[in-house]
């Protein structure tokens, strides 16, 4: 839901994931442009995208550039994620493209079945966090408490555009005309919080753009409570 004006309208948008609740699970696909196996997962997330279920991020990595065609949506902090993903893991390598579920789950490529699960599983799990996202104009206003979680947790703030278009005319997917949902940018570490004491911070989100609030165990653990306001 597209947020209204506070300006105009003297509202605000707001959203609260109780402790007790199914907070959404976070999907977060590593894709490229330049890969030709990455197309069927990058159409998945598409389907992803309309659930309330699901926050849905798309991060385009730039490490198949060299290939032949430069992924204009990729960011190397996206690949540096995805690598500090698979040094928590224990996996040698990175690939696209791959599927991270609430920062733990790995799935290999675009797999329905697996991803369903995948997704079941996680929103069966309890949130021990208490998140509540408030949005006014160009404010949005943090504030959570934890319950036996063990910290420190990091508080990231993402931004997205839910539709983007790429034509591409070099590489593997030379001359094809694709289109990516919730295309990630503007990824912020807001702030280390301890999980001990309640949080409370107020961050700039300028535009109309979704912002997502993530709360992770260390930056590449699990992810223990995410909101998005659309």
Known sequence: MKHLSAL???????????AWAQSPVVVELFTSQGCSSCPPADKLMHELAKRDDVIALALHVDYWDYIGWKDEFADPNY???????????????????????????????????????????????????????VRSGDDVAITATAQDVAGPLIVHMVRYQEE????ITRGENAGHTLAYANVTEDWKILQEWDGATDLSLTAQATGDKPVVVLIQQGVHGRIVAAAQIR
């Open 8 to 18: 105009a309208f003297g509202l605000f948008t707001a959203l609260s994931v109780p």
């Open 79 to 133: 690949s540096k994620r995805q690598r500090g993903y698979a040094v928590e893991a224990g996996r040698r390598s990175v690939y696209t493209p791959q599927m991270i579920i609430n920062g733990t789950t790995d799935i290999v490529g675009a797999r329905p079945m697996e991803l369903s699960k995948a997704i079941a599983d996680h929103s069966a799990m309890a949130s021990p966090v208490t998140l509540s996202v």
């Open 164 to 167: 983007r278009t790429a034509k």
